[in-house]
């Protein structure tokens, strides 16, 4: 299984849930809180981790600045709390879905 780093936006309560189902989970806050985004990225690359996140910023970095990411980013869009059903379409892409280098998925809750 990949290494999963989580961002300083996600819940704790992912990274406790994710560990049970036998992934090995880094939080930001636990590495460098406040750090930069582009510095997240590269603390993604260091530990060969996918990034959870729910900045959209990563996406202004990767797809209006151009930056070369190396790594997977899934981008939860959540605008109505759901956390439960977000946590469990995040867990089915993890299951289900190659990530490679240039991926970048939205889960919305829609």
Known sequence: MRNILLDENISYQYMLELEKLGYTVLHISDLEPGTSDTHVLHLATKHNA?????????GHLIYRD????????????DKTQQKRVM??????????????????????NL
């Not at 996918?50 to 990563?58: P, W, Y």
């Not at 151009?66 to 869009?77: A, E, G, Q, S, V």
């Open 87 to 108: 946590f469990e379409r995040l867990v089915t892409i993890l299951g289900t879905v190659t990530l490679d280098v240039h991926t970048y998925i939205t889960i919305n």
């Open 66 to 77: 151009d930056f070369d990411h190396t790594l997977p980013i899934i981008y939860i869009r």
């Open 50 to 58: 996918i990034l959870v996140t729910q900045d959209s910023d990563f």
